[in-house]
């Protein structure tokens, strides 16, 4: 019998994640059906009870829901409880088991499909909102030398910082909180942009010098274009990348939670870079 996953959010037509599972499923002869599922902005948990209760195996969880597919589970993984958001859901003899799949996903497609370590490395992170908070502790694995929080509002980049500092995985590493304003003069060998600015074509208030020689931009987002700030950091020099290799390291992290066998995650990233 086909096995049955999902991806739950609002909006969802747009999502690749279908697409993307299924690809993964032709490659590694898994039996499973993978749909988008609109859930209303009120109507998370009804949907994925009813979803399971149909049968299904588990589901992907996008916006807006992640807090409150965290807070649906039964069990929460480490990644999850840092994250204190899941993107995951896998439902198993009447439990909901919970992780948080979107830090490896990010520090996969840096380290190994863009080819840049992480190891001793200036870290620039743009946003201290969820989507942040989600990455910190991939990111800290990696030892960079330095991880620098930025936000608008100082006090929530003060605030993440303080609550990672002083766990096991941060030991190597410089993290810190500044506002915008602050970061003139600091120099950055990646900077990653975790807001929603690119959501609105707005860029984030960087200063010009924030690029070191030979830094990377990345994007967690992903568009047909380049955003607003992948087009700044190129015209500073900076390589730059969008969040799609993101979207299928996440999605390839899910499956082998699901399925026990990764995918090859660059042949779909090329196939949804080359439709």
């Given amino acids: 019998m ?10 969802i037509a747009h999502s690749k994640s279908p697409e993307i599972h299924a690809a993964f499923a032709r490659q590694t002869g898994q039996d499973i059906d993978y749909a988008g599922l ?5 109507g998370f948990r009804a949907t994925v009870e009813s979803f399971r209760d ?18 649906l589970a039964d069990d929460v993984s480490q990644r999850a409880k840092d994250a204190q958001a899941a993107n ?13 799949t979107d830090g490896v996903g990010l520090t996969r ?28 502790t991939p990111l800290l694995e990696y030892e960079p030398r330095i991880l620098t929080i930025a936000n608008r ?15 096991p995985v941060a030991a190597a590493s410089v993290l810190s909180g500044l506002s915008f304003g602050e970061l003139a003069g600091h120099h950055f060998d990646v900077v990653i942009n975790a807001t929603s600015t690119s959501l609105h074509g707005e860029l984030p208030p960087l200063p010009a010098d924030a690029f070191a020689a030979g830094a990377l931009a990345y994007d967690m987002m992903y568009a047909a274009k380049p ?19 993101m979207l299928v ?23 949804l870079r080359n439709p």
Avoid: C
Avoid at 2 to 11: E, S
Avoid at 249 to 271: D, Y
């Fill in 153 to 167: 509002t100082v006090e929530k980049a003060l605030r993440l910082a303080e609550t990672f500092r002083h766990k």
């Fill in 227 to 245: 955003t607003p700030f992948l087009a700044f950091a190129a015209a500073r020099g900076a390589k730059t990348s969008d969040g799609l290799g």
């Fill in 2 to 11: 086909t096995d049955r996953y999902a991806v739950v959010g609002n909006p």
């Fill in 38 to 42: 609109l859930a209303p902005p009120d």
């Fill in 88 to 100: 995951f859901l896998r439902f198993d003899q009447g439990r909901i088991h919970a992780d948080n």
């Fill in 54 to 71: 149909a049968g299904g195996k588990g589901v992907n969880v996008t916006v807006p829901f992640k807090l409150e597919a965290f807070d």
């Fill in 249 to 271: 390291e996440q999605a390839a992290e899910s499956f082998l939670l699901w399925r026990g066998v990764r995918p090859e995650t660059a042949p779909v990233i090329a196939m």
């Fill in 109 to 136: 497609d840096i380290v190994r499909n863009l080819g840049l370590g992480l190891a001793g490395k200036r870290v620039l992170l743009i946003g201290a909102g969820g989507a942040a908070q989600g990455v910190l």
